[in-house]
C-alpha cells in the first residue's frame, strides 16, 4: 500500500506569497537531469485531502496541495513554507488513483 504525504494550503497563499513555483522548477529540473521519475504531484483542489484528515481545517478557501511519497521532500517544503498544513494518506483515500 502506498503512503501518500502532502503539504496544503489557499491557492493564493503558495501560487502568490510563497517561492513554490521556484521549489518546484528546481526539483523538477533535478529529476530530469538524473533520469528520476517524478514523485510528487499539484492537486489543484484538495478537498478531497481536507476531507479526509480531520486534523485540517473545512475552511481554507481555494486549497491546493503537493503530494508525494516523498516524506523528506514533503518535510522539506514545510520547513521552507511553515504556514501550511501537513500530513499522510493512504492511496485508497485519494481521489487520483
Known amino acids: 500500500m502506498n503512503t501518500y504525504y502532502f503539504i496544503l ?30 514523485d ?20 481554507i478557501p481555494s486549497s491546493i496541495a503537493i503530494v508525494s511519497t516523498n516524506k523528506t521532500f514533503i518535510d522539506w517544503i514545510k520547513l521552507r513554507i511553515t504556514h501550511v498544513y501537513s500530513g499522510k494518506m493512504n492511496k485508497q483515500d485519494l481521489a487520483f488513483k
Not at 513554490?20 to 529529476?31: A, P, S
Not at 510528487?40 to 475552511?59: G, K, L, M
Open 9 to 38: 494550503a489557499s491557492k493564493k497563499f503558495l501560487l502568490e506569497e510563497e517561492p513554490i513555483e521556484e521549489m518546484l522548477r528546481e526539483r523538477t529540473n533535478f529529476y530530469l537531469n538524473h533520469n528520476i521519475e517524478p
Open 40 to 59: 510528487f504531484w499539484i492537486v489543484n483542489d484538495a478537498s478531497q485531502i481536507i476531507a479526509n484528515d480531520n486534523n485540517i481545517p473545512r475552511n
